[in-house]
């Protein structure tokens, strides 16, 4: 720890597979490329950390014992740094992380925060989110800059009362190398002779997630007669399957969480996110990197995200998801190539890790003068 040369600390409960988790990877990735040093602290013990590591980029764990976690923030004064820091929270907890070691180890530090998602579900937050965000208000004005990934939300915690400035800076995102891949077919999981379309929904099981709307919506079309197979990845999908009747169950596969979530979508005709409320969505930019044809719900920055590349319905609609479902399927193999090109280029030109990288440093710079 003694020779590293840091210039900007990124501070994160977790590092499980998530959203965030994978735009702070691909950040850090992105700064280390370009001659930066940072640093990445953890609490939670997660599967992402050994992709941080293989990247080379600096971790460390932060101990849960009070005893071992004062030690171990003091051991970060010995760090080398090259510039005025830079920490970085991410997410409500992670930001109020970045505050004590700024006032323990780095008083004359940049605090940045760094808000994941949308307001609009927070009457259904469990009260010790509740808690954390409202603390958050009052504690904003140590923040130097509040960076949000979405419009919505920066709008939405300007109104709830945090202070400061803010900066609003969408996700990055690049194709993954084949070496990154996996070959995991899903016609080992799926038993697919009728070449039915194969639907995907990702991410974690949570209501703002909307799985129950999709399986809603699938199963009143599977009883239209409008067969296809959908398919669910996140983590704890798997204790939805019994809403589904056993006349139903060959249709539906949760696969739990996954680390190739590009072969997946790869292996997938249709992308849809039902959620009730988001940030900025990084699967559904990656699904429409992939060249996917995407369903989304009007929350977060999902319709700015998808423009004019796919379907925009309404939050909480399992009948519009129905309808836009039917459409989908009847779009010819040509329509459906034209979207997904569209759908890359448009992320690709708008939305890549460079282009991040390059507004967060600017940010940074600026709020070193």
Not at 49 to 55: I, R, S, T, W
Not at 129 to 150: A, D, E, G, M, P
Not at 173 to 187: A, G
């Amino acid at each position: 720890m003694d020779q590293l040369k840091v210039d900007s600390i990124h501070i994160i409960t977790g590092l499980q597979c998530g959203g965030a988790e994978t735009a702070l990877l691909r950040l850090t990735q992105e700064m280390l490329s370009q001659g930066h040093m940072p640093l990445v602290l953890f609490v939670v013990h997660g599967s992402m950390v050994a992709k941080f590591k293989q990247a080379g980029i600096q971790t460390m764990q932060i101990p849960l014992n009070p005893l071992k976690f004062i030690k171990s923030l003091l051991s970060l004064r010995k760090i080398a740094l090259k510039t005025p820091l830079v920490i970085q929270g991410w997410m409500y907890h992670g930001n109020l992380l970045a505050l004590i070691i700024k006032f323990i180890c780095f008083q004359n530090s940049v605090i940045v925060w760094n808000i994941r998602q949308s307001l609009t579900t927070l009457k259904y937050e469990k009260w010790t989110t509740k808690l954390i965000i409202y603390l958050s208000v009052f504690l904003s004005r140590f923040s130097k800059s509040t960076v949000c990934n979405s419009k919505v939300a920066l709008l939405q915690h300007k109104k709830l009362g945090f202070k400061g400035e803010f900066a609003y800076i969408p996700n990055g995102l690049e194709l993954p190398s084949l070496n990154e891949k996996s070959e995991t077919p899903l016609s080992e999981i799926i038993s697919n002779p009728s070449h039915l379309p194969i639907i995907i929904n990702i991410g974690r099981l949570h209501r703002d997630k909307g799985q129950d709307l999709l399986i809603k919506a699938a199963l009143t079309l599977l009883q239209r007669g409008g067969l296809s197979h959908y398919v669910f990845v996140g983590r704890n999908v798997e204790t939805l399957e019994p809403m589904i009747s056993d006349e139903y169950k060959k249709y539906f596969h949760f696969l739990g969480e996954v680390s190739d979530v590009f072969s997946y979508l790869e292996q997938s005709d249709i992308f849809i996110s039902a959620s009730r409320a988001e940030g900025f969505s990084n699967v559904i930019a990656e699904a429409m990197l992939m060249g996917k044809y995407c369903i989304v719900t009007d929350v977060g920055s999902s319709s700015e995200i998808i423009g004019n590349c796919g379907a925009v319905i309404p939050p909480e609609s399992s009948d519009a998801m129905v309808i836009e479902i039917s459409k989908a399927l009847v779009i010819s193999p040509g329509e459906i190539k034209e979207y997904g090109s569209l759908a890359s280029s448009r992320i690709k030109e708008k939305f890549s890790v460079e282009q991040m990288c390059e507004n967060y440093l600017n940010l940074y710079k600026e709020l070193r003068k």
